[in-house]
């Protein structure tokens, strides 16, 4: 069946750091790939998607390609800031189902 | 815009008894919504997929007879564990996909159960 993998956490950065949280997935045919963020004490959102290969999706400054060949979807973003401090989850939908990675917390200091 | 609410946000109750968890849309209505559960640093499970009207479909593996999944109305959707156990402890996280506009759905912000 379809599931994700990503990448263990926590991360620690500094502000102004490269964050790059991994993802790759196993799954039939073409998916589309999601990232999630969930900010402390809310719901998940949608961050950003891709529905084809090669698709790149982008929010806020984060940005992360669909690459079939390899099977990731890695979200990274060039320079984060403490607000981005968050738990981030991948996912991937077939049909309206959504199956998610394990989450990556991510806190970022000042 | 695209609210969901979870009422609690956290319970605790004795093992043997039974616990309902609301999700609620706020400002759109939701012909289906789903419920996940989560443990601790896993991923988000999805149990049932619950549509307005008509009876949930479960997941494999899911017991339907302990989950129980009412959707009633167009913006509520309720879920009961009955007769918990220890076992059931867990963070349960519902979402709800709109009847229009985008094909997301939107999340609850999760109820935490603990059961002693």
């Known amino acids: 069946g379809d599931s994700v993998t990503q990448m263990e956490g926590p991360v620690t950065l500094s502000e102004e750091a490269f964050l790059t949280i991994n993802c790759t997935y196993t799954a039939t045919g073409y998916p589309s790939l999601f990232w999630y963020v969930q900010y402390p004490g809310e719901g998940l959102q949608l961050l950003l998607k891709a529905t084809k290969a090669d698709d ?5 400054g984060f940005e992360a390609t669909y690459r079939k060949e390899t099977t990731s979807f890695h979200l990274e973003k060039g320079s984060v800031q403490v607000s981005d401090s968050a738990v981030y989850f991948c996912a991937l939908k077939r049909d ?12 970022v200091r000042a | 815009g695209a609210v969901v609410s979870q009422h609690p946000s956290w319970v605790i109750c004795k093992s043997g008894t039974s616990v309902k968890i609301e999700c609620r849309s706020l400002d759109f209505q939701a012909t289906t919504m789903f419920w996940y559960r989560q443990f601790p640093k896993q991923s988000l499970m999805l149990m049932a997929t619950s549509n307005e009207g008509s009876k949930a479909t479960y997941e494999q593996g899911v017991e339907k007879d302990k989950f129980l999944i009412n959707h009633a109305s167009l913006t509520l959707s309720t879920l009961t564990v009955t007769s918990a156990h220890p076992e059931d402890s867990s963070f349960y996280i519902c979402s709800a996909l709109p ?3 985008s094909y997301e759905q939107y999340f609850g912000p999760g109820t935490r159960l603990t059961v002693t």
Do not use: C, E, W
């Open chain 1, 56 to 60: 790149k999706g982008s929010n806020k």
């Open chain 1, 96 to 107: 309206y189902k959504l199956s998610f990675g394990a989450g990556t917390t991510v806190t």
């Open chain 2, 99 to 101: 009847i229009q506009g």
